[in-house]
């Protein structure tokens, strides 16, 4: 690590006046008292910005910082109903928008563990790969001196995960005093409110040889529920394109196919799991199709061809959900508009502690420590359950609601053909059914994480050394109310009237709301459960390192500085699932389908079988940095004021996935004084998870569009354009790890310019940075994901054939019907698509900084502070894998529509997460007690790539600037009071909406917060 003074290494404003002269150490060397300055882009996070954010948590801060990307491993993302995602108080950070993987966060200069739980995102690269991120919420806000961004390739220097940048964070660690502070504040026009309270207190002792900071901070906040904004309290938003030409497209409406109104399908009674693939009359009424599939609806609705048992529906004939993308499209469920008590946003508490402590054994001997604690409680409210169609549940032929039981049963329809139907009855499968009397559902999920350090460090001579031991570990527990597959089934499966009715619909007046027949509450009890999934990772790390920032002397006092050292590492993982999803038989607590014989594994509901996964590795590396000076100003060569070299390269060796070597050089050249230009090149790399490459089969289940459906719609005219489709189909992905993954590898540069001009006696300072960037990622980790094997297959259709890893059911005769005339193939119901981990194509990233700092001291009026810092995307490329560029070839030949969005090929700036600008300044104005600050924050316009309109233009999400203000006043009259805070400020103050999308709003670049005010206060002694 550098050690100079703060204004020298970074592109930020020079610190108070307490500061000056400290020694700081700054992110990007190794070498400490170096005299390069300057080489490596950093920006610092100061005080100064956290005020004006008014940061609780890590998620608040790091949302500021225009080069961290899109969030989209956070809070808000991570709810749903999803057991499978990385659930409670998680918020990651992602330079350049390169992923969670590829920016490094450091503790103090060193690493810390990853959050325990991984997450399957959708984005550029990653998507659909678990993923795991460092969780920013850990990082104890109040208790951080500073935040230090360094924006450049740095894995020589720190090792795997700093292919995008490092972002240290920088704790109080030698204060003497003691400080509290507490704020409150809320949301206007919703339940949020959130309260903190912070201490630090410290203590010189032994004559100043030794120290102890202490750090205690609380944090609560309460829950954000979907119903606190328009955008988030009704999924269909159609009204909101009401008017444009987005009117009538078909992601607007949000409701989903898994309804109350079921859809079914009667098995053969051969007892296999096999359908009966007859049509069944009722008195001669044909109420299925030849398929034996039907479905239940309000009589108001068209096709109704029996009267069900329940009052004002009917029975249908077909498959309910893929009618419901056309003649039953009010069926389809809304579920914020039916549960009030949805959240957006988890209720939160969280408690950090930490420890610093070092002391002096002698003038070259110095022995520290550092202690953590990090807890976080999340309770978040998701919706009603539903099965899976990869998992269904069967009814018995003599289930007491079984339509199709046996004669005598007082449900058994009437007329029923016994050459069809024997008069034992016919079990019937359900496809397709939310369960949406069980009611809303609590998630609750506790995460700690633990941080112990110790180390000695010192000097003999000019050489400095370093060795310390470090332990983190991180764990969560996730639980969540659910049902029990075995369970269901054997509610649904009883003989007597207290069974579980799955026929009897939803609300008749309002089909897409609610259930307004629902099933008794000690019914719904007898399957209900609660399902905890366990994750761990822990980090054990030693190192030893030494430096000389003067190892040979140079001409003018100039001397070449070295670094080296060697460290060990042991990362492990362990997800122990929920003994209801672990899907192994005779180990977990299984399902098999009662009626049929048929092994799913998986017995929670809606969750495919997850086995548990244990992974560990071992690294071993060693680093050496060489940092040479050229030129310094006391030589008063004309335009070579400085120049400064580092070269710097580090070797690592994985137990499990082989060993990288990478270099990196930089160089810094002052030409005159207030002007220097600076460069670097390196190489980096990312090694391949732990998941990855231990994990079994995974199967995950998603929602998806099958394209050739569409193409079937708009060839029978029944649809005017893609824009209009509704093919919406639940998608079970099929992957597994693979351990022949070879480690991700980048090369990366950067070059740009620090212009600090002298403007004379009275008219303060001021800094300006602009560096040019580009940083280009082979191997990446990826798969073809389910929507481009779907889209694929639409076109291998279209030519006649299939792609082999969309894997599908025979075609029924009313799959063939459903083409009919249109020149395809029928195509049958959709089982799995297939889409293994594997290291893909290139991606390349590229872009341009700029920083601006002016600080301007008056006695008159004051001190005037300012900052902005702004980021420009200008080209992120990603190679496109084979069968991505077939689709596009094909799209370009017309073989398919233009309105299907291509994912994963070509340049995304501009799409979906990747906005081309990202703007944040910051303005404060200091007068004696008062203290008055701005902070603003530009985020540019996107466009959403799957939402199109008739013309294939797709929809664009608005640029937003939001603005918080905050005003301070510090009393200073030596009484109680002095050197109190009292400070009251405002959020978002001009009260803006995030610009609207298809899903409500974008929540990895925005935050869903009305106008937020609050009030604070501070108290040093």
């Known amino acids: 690590m550098t050690t100079g003074t703060l204004h020298a290494q970074t592109d930020t404003a020079p610190q108070d006046e307490a500061d000056k002269g400290a020694e700081i150490v700054v992110i990007g060397s190794q070498i400490r008292g170096a005299a390069t300055t300057g080489a490596l882009p950093v920006s610092v996070v100061g005080e100064q910005q956290i005020e004006a954010v008014a940061a609780v948590s890590g998620a608040d801060l790091f949302r500021s910082i225009p080069q961290l990307g899109g969030v989209t491993f956070n809070e808000q993302v991570l709810g749903g109903g999803n057991a499978n995602a990385a659930r409670g108080d998680v918020s990651t950070v992602s330079l350049r928008g390169l992923g969670q993987g590829n920016t490094l966060l450091l503790i103090n200069g060193r690493r810390t563990v990853l959050h325990p739980t991984s997450q399957a995102i959708s984005g550029v690269i990653d998507s659909g790969v678990p993923t795991?991120?460092?969780?920013?919420?850990?990082?104890?806000?109040?208790?951080?001196?500073?935040?230090?961004?360094?924006?450049?390739?740095?894995?020589?220097?720190?090792?795997?995960?700093?292919?995008?940048?490092?972002?240290?964070?920088?704790?109080?660690?030698?204060?003497?005093?003691?400080?509290f502070d507490a704020q409150y504040g809320g949301a206007e026009g919703t339940n949020l409110r959130e309260f903190t309270?912070?201490?630090?207190?410290?203590?010189?002792?032994?004559?100043?040889?030794?120290?102890?900071?202490?750090?205690?901070?609380?944090?609560?906040?309460?829950?954000?529920y979907l119903s606190d904004q328009d955008y988030t309290a009704n999924v269909d938003r159609r009204g909101y394109v009401t008017g444009t030409p987005f009117a009538g497209v078909s992601a607007f409406n949000g409701t989903s196919t898994s309804t109350p109104w079921g859809t079914f399908r009667a098995l053969s009674p051969a007892a296999n799991g096999t359908f009966l693939n007859r049509t069944i009359t009722s008195n001669g009424t044909a109420f299925t199709n030849s398929s034996s599939q039907f479905h239940i609806q309000p009589n108001g609705n068209a096709g109704c061809r029996i009267a069900s048992g329940t009052p004002g529906t009917c029975y249908d004939d077909g498959n309910g959900a893929t009618e419901m993308a056309t003649v039953d499209s009010n069926l389809?469920?809304?579920?914020?508009?039916?549960?009030?008590?949805?959240?957006?946003?988890?209720?939160?508490?969280?408690?950090?502690?930490?420890?610093?402590?070092?002391?002096?054994?002698?003038?070259?001997?110095?022995?520290?420590?550092?202690?953590?604690?990090?807890?976080?409680?999340?309770?978040?409210?998701?919706?009603?359950?539903?099965?899976?169609?990869?998992?269904?549940?069967?009814?018995?032929?003599?289930?007491?609601?079984?339509?199709?039981?046996?004669?005598?049963?007082?449900?058994?329809l009437p007329g029923l053909d016994p050459a069809v139907v024997p008069t034992t009855g016919l079990p019937v499968q359900i496809t397709s059914l939310n369960y949406v009397d069980v009611g809303s559902r609590t998630v609750e999920v506790t995460n700690y994480q633990y941080r112990f350090l110790g180390g000695l460090k010192g000097n003999i001579g000019n050489w400095d050394w370093d060795t310390a031991g470090l332990y983190t570990w991180a764990t969560a527990a996730d639980t969540q109310e659910n049902f029990s597959n075995?369970?269901?089934?054997?509610?649904?499966?009883?003989?007597?009237?207290?069974?579980?009715?799955?026929?009897?619909?939803?609300?008749?007046?309002?089909?897409?709301?609610?259930?307004?027949?629902?099933?008794?509450?000690?019914?719904?009890?007898?399957?209900?459960?609660?399902?905890?999934?366990?994750?761990?990772?822990?980090?054990?790390?030693?190192?030893?390192?030494?430096?000389?920032?003067?190892?040979?002397?140079?001409?003018?006092?100039?001397?070449?500085?070295?670094?080296?050292?060697?460290?060990?590492?042991?990362?492990?993982?362990?997800?122990?699932?929920?003994?209801?999803?672990?899907?192994?038989?005779?180990?977990?607590?299984?399902?098999?389908?009662?009626?049929?014989?048929?092994?799913?594994?998986?017995?929670?509901?809606?969750?495919?079988?997850?086995?548990?996964?244990?992974?560990?590795?071992?690294?071993?590396?060693?680093?050496?940095?060489?940092?040479?000076?050229?030129?310094?100003?006391?030589?008063?060569?004309?335009?070579?004021?400085?120049l400064d070299f580092q070269i710097a390269g580090?070797?690592?060796?994985?137990?499990?996935?082989?060993?990288?070597?990478?270099?990196?050089?930089?160089?810094s050249w002052e030409l005159l004084q207030g002007l220097r230009l600076r460069g670097s090149w390196s190489q980096g790399f990312r090694a391949p998870n732990l998941e990855v490459i231990n994990t079994s089969t995974l199967d995950r289940v998603n929602t998806g569009i099958d394209?050739?459906?569409?193409?079937?719609?708009?060839?029978?005219?029944?649809?005017?354009?893609?824009?209009?489709?509704?093919?919406s189909i639940s998608v079970?992905?099929?992957?597994?790890?693979?351990?022949?993954?070879?480690?991700?590898?980048?090369?990366?540069?950067?070059?740009?310019?620090?212009?600090?001009?002298?403007?004379?006696?009275?008219?303060?300072?001021?800094?300006?940075?602009?560096?040019?960037?580009?940083?280009?990622?082979?191997?990446?980790?990826?798969?073809?994901?389910?929507?481009?094997?779907?889209?694929?297959?639409?076109?291998?259709?279209?030519?006649?054939?299939?792609?082999?890893?969309?894997?599908?059911?025979?075609?029924?005769?009313?799959?063939?019907?459903?083409?009919?005339?249109?020149?395809?193939?029928?195509?049958?119901?959709?089982?799995?698509?297939?889409?293994?981990?594997?290291?893909?194509?290139?991606?390349?990233?590229?872009?341009?900084?700029?920083?601006?700092?002016?600080?301007?001291?008056?006695?008159?009026?004051?001190?005037?502070?300012?900052?902005?810092?702004?980021?420009?995307?200008?080209?992120?490329y990603v190679d496109a894998p084979a069968g991505v560029t077939a689709v596009i070839d094909g799209r370009s030949a017309g073989l398919v529509n233009a309105g299907v969005p291509i994912q994963g090929g070509g340049d995304v700036v501009g799409r979906d997460g990747q906005p081309r600008w990202r703007i944040a300044a910051t303005l404060d104005w200091t007068l004696g007690p008062v203290k008055i600050g701005a902070f603003t924050q530009f985020v540019d316009s996107v466009y959403e790539n799957a939402v199109r309109d008739g013309a294939t233009n797709p929809w664009i999400v608005k640029g937003q600037t939001t603005v918080n203000l905050y005003a301070q006043y510090t009393f200073k009259n030596g009484g109680p009071l002095n050197d109190t805070s009292i400070q009251v400020g405002a959020r978002n103050i001009f009260d803006k909406d995030p610009p609207l999308a298809s899903t409500g709003y974008l929540s990895n670049l925005y935050q869903p917060q009305a106008r937020y005010w609050y009030t604070s206060i501070k108290k040093s002694f």
């Open 486 to 642: 075995t369970l269901l089934q054997a509610a649904i499966n009883r003989t007597t009237p207290d069974a579980y009715n799955p026929f009897n619909g939803g609300c008749v007046d309002a089909p897409s709301i609610g259930d307004c027949t629902p099933n008794s509450a000690a019914t719904i009890d007898s399957f209900r459960i609660k399902a905890t999934r366990k994750t761990r990772t822990s980090l054990a790390l030693w190192d030893f390192k030494v430096s000389n920032a003067h190892l040979l002397g140079l001409w003018a006092d100039n001397s070449i500085g070295v670094a080296a050292g060697v460290e060990y590492r042991r990362e492990t993982y362990h997800d122990d699932r929920s003994p209801y999803q672990g899907g192994i038989r005779g180990v977990d607590t299984t399902y098999t389908d009662a009626v049929t014989g048929i092994f799913y594994g998986s017995d929670l509901g809606g969750a495919s079988p997850s086995p548990d996964v244990r992974g560990k590795r071992n690294v071993k590396s060693a680093y050496a940095e060489l940092a040479i000076p050229i030129f310094s100003p006391d030589m008063e060569i004309p335009f070579f004021r400085s």
């Open 132 to 179: 795991f991120g460092y969780n920013a919420n850990t990082i104890p806000v109040g208790n951080i001196a500073r935040v230090e961004v360094l924006r450049d390739g740095a894995a020589a220097l720190y090792g795997s995960d700093a292919v995008a940048g490092v972002v240290n964070n920088v704790l109080n660690s030698d204060f003497d005093g003691a400080k």
């Open 332 to 412: 389809r469920f809304n579920s914020p508009a039916t549960f009030g008590d949805l959240t957006t946003q988890p209720s939160v508490k969280r408690i950090n502690l930490f420890a610093n402590a070092h002391f002096d054994l002698n003038d070259a001997l110095t022995v520290y420590g550092e202690a953590g604690f990090y807890r976080g409680k999340t309770e978040a409210i998701i919706g009603a359950p539903g099965s899976l169609a990869n998992i269904p549940i069967t009814v018995a032929a003599n289930a007491y609601w079984n339509p199709l039981g046996p004669v005598g049963s007082p449900n058994r």
């Open 732 to 876: 079970l992905r099929r992957s597994g790890g693979n351990p022949n993954l070879k480690p991700e590898e980048s090369q990366s540069w950067s070059f740009g310019a620090v212009f600090s001009p002298q403007l004379g006696a009275g008219w303060g300072k001021v800094t300006f940075t602009v560096d040019r960037w580009k940083i280009k990622q082979k191997n990446v980790v990826g798969l073809l994901d389910y929507q481009n094997g779907l889209n694929l297959d639409y076109l291998r259709r279209v030519q006649g054939g299939t792609n082999p890893n969309v894997v599908r059911r025979d075609p029924t005769a009313d799959d063939a019907a459903l083409v009919a005339g249109t020149g395809l193939a029928p195509v049958g119901e959709l089982l799995y698509v297939v889409a293994n981990f594997e290291n893909l194509l290139p991606v390349t990233v590229q872009g341009i900084d700029f920083n601006l700092d002016y600080m301007l001291p008056t006695a008159a009026i004051g001190t005037f502070s300012f900052n902005v810092n702004a980021s420009r995307l200008i080209s992120y």
């Open 650 to 667: 580090r070797y690592e060796d994985y137990s499990d996935v082989g060993s990288v070597a990478k270099p990196k050089i930089a160089g």
């Open 197 to 224: 309270i912070n201490g630090l207190i410290g203590r010189d002792f032994s004559e100043g040889r030794g120290n102890i900071t202490l750090f205690a901070g609380y944090a609560q906040k309460s829950k954000l």
């Open 707 to 727: 394209y050739v459906l569409c193409e079937a719609d708009l060839r029978a005219g029944r649809i005017a354009n893609f824009s209009q489709c509704n093919r």
